[in-house]
């Protein structure tokens, strides 16, 4: 019997590209760097900050010019992550849904925690998250199974108890790392064919899908 699902955010319930690729170029700008298009922020996405920061000024790997990049990132997107990001159709429906059901939901990114955290409970302020974990000091990022393992252990479920849903390669491996199922979602910032060949155990093309798949384990 499922009691806790587990999300990704950035692509999976959330979308956070455009405020991501803002503050990106914002960065880049001000070291004369050359812009992004979205389309290259969202091949970015998906390793954690410093990944996506190292990405976007390759080939330069100069590393005072990466911490300053990173630092004049941070301090946008600190007052900016919120500016265009939203929720995902549907997935505040699903969140509902699972809060009524008594399935704990909680969330687990390779986003830095407090902009996280920023972000899911602003924009789910009327739905139960039951914890939002993401990278920090003792976190490091997805596949590294720590903060998954933390879940888990915080909650009081085994692996069979839980699903992860997410849109990347990273999190059917994280998952799987873990004995967890893994539900791929089709609208995120990787594709189907990439899920399909992480092995992701379900593919769901919209909210009322995973919420279906997630119902017939219950």
């Not at 996506?52 to 990173?70: A, H, N, T």
């Not at 920090?136 to 252990?153: F, N, R, V």
């Not at 790392?177 to 990439?194: F, K, L, P, Q, T």
């Not at 899920?195 to 017939?216: F, G, M, P, T």
């Amino acid at each position: 019997m499922i009691k806790l699902v587990i999300f990704d955010l950035d692509g999976t319930i959330i979308d956070s590209l455009q405020d991501l690729a803002d503050s990106v170029n914002f960065a880049l700008k001000k070291s004369s760097l050359e812009q992004k298009t979205l389309d290259q922020i969202r091949s970015f996405i998906g390793n954690g900050v410093n990944k996506l920061i190292e990405r976007s000024i390759y080939p330069k790997k100069d590393k005072e010019l990466f911490l300053k990049v990173r630092a004049d990132f941070k301090n946008y997107y600190e007052e900016n992550c919120v500016t265009n990001s939203k929720a995902f159709d549907g997935i505040s429906d699903l969140f509902k849904a699972l809060n009524e059901s008594k399935i704990a939901v909680a969330v687990l990114t390779n986003k830095t925690e407090v902009f996280a955290k920023k972000i899911i409970y602003d924009v789910f302020d009327d739905c139960e998250i039951y914890k939002v974990v993401g990278q920090s000091e003792i976190i490091p990022p997805k596949p590294d199974t720590k903060g998954l393992a933390l879940l888990l252990e915080d909650m009081g479920v085994s692996a069979s108890e839980c699903l992860y849903v997410g849109d990347s390669e990273v999190d059917v491996i994280t998952a799987h790392a873990m004995n967890i199922e893994c539900i791929g979602v089709s609208w995120g910032y990787r594709s189907v064919d990439e899920l399909k060949s992480a092995n992701a155990d379900y593919i769901a093309y919209s909210s009322d899908e995973v919420l279906k798949i997630i119902c017939e384990k219950i």
